[in-house]
């Protein structure tokens, strides 16, 4: 019993997984049930037991992908201290997440999305979304506290903006200007 546990939770992550990529790189609308199997290496039948329907496999893949941020920035906030905003941008925009559409940050990749989701997935983009602002900040202790989750939402929004610009581009000086301007912008709101 255990052993077959094992398997179907195996079975099931592996489809997560496929489905997280598949849908933060090709969006909802550009890759199905099958593809997602297939790159799973799992059936569509096992896709459709684990996770009920595409909304079902979108939702677990949104859930995971802003988990990932809602784990990360205290990762950041304990690795950098108090430069831990700096690195934060470095990162975010840095060349290797900007071309990374599968394994990038599921805020830029995913929020295009939320016009067209479900009630569900909306109601989830929205807790995570502000569960992430909150981490974030928390890591702002320059500004008065009525005035961090502001700033917060701003520097968020600076840095989703800019990475969806910067990986519309296809000309690398435009995308290393945009990154530069909004990397700028991103600091300069964090001065207090």
């Known amino acids: 019993m255990v052993k077959n546990q094992t398997r179907k939770e195996e079975t099931r992550r592996n ?19 099958d593809g997602i199997s297939k790159a799973a290496q799992a059936t569509s039948g096992a896709f459709y037991a684990h996770f009920g329907s595409k909304d079902g496999a979108f939702l677990a893949a949104l859930e995971l992908g802003l988990d990932e941020v809602i784990d990360g ?13 700096d690195a934060f941008i470095d990162y975010y925009l840095g060349r290797d997440h900007r071309a990374d559409l599968a394994c990038g940050c599921a805020m830029t990749s995913l929020s295009p999305e939320m016009s067209r989701a479900d009630a569900k997935s909306r109601a989830l983009y929205d807790r995570k979304m502000q ?10 202790p320059q500004f008065p506290a009525d005035q961090r989750l502001a700033k917060a939402w701003a520097f968020l929004g600076i840095l989703i ?8 581009l296809s000309d690398d000086a ?4 945009v990154s530069g301007a909004v990397k700028n912008a991103a600091n300069d709101l964090l001065r207090a």
């Open 161 to 168: 903006g800019g990475l969806t610009v910067t990986r519309a």
């Open 131 to 140: 569960t992430i602002a909150g981490l974030v900040a928390k890591g702002l």
């Open 15 to 33: 489809i997560l997984d496929a489905a997280s990529r598949g849908f933060r790189e090709k969006g909802f609308a550009g890759v199905g049930v």
């Open 174 to 177: 435009a995308i290393d200007a």
């Open 73 to 85: 920035v205290p990762q950041f906030q304990r690795d950098f201290g108090d430069g831990w905003t």
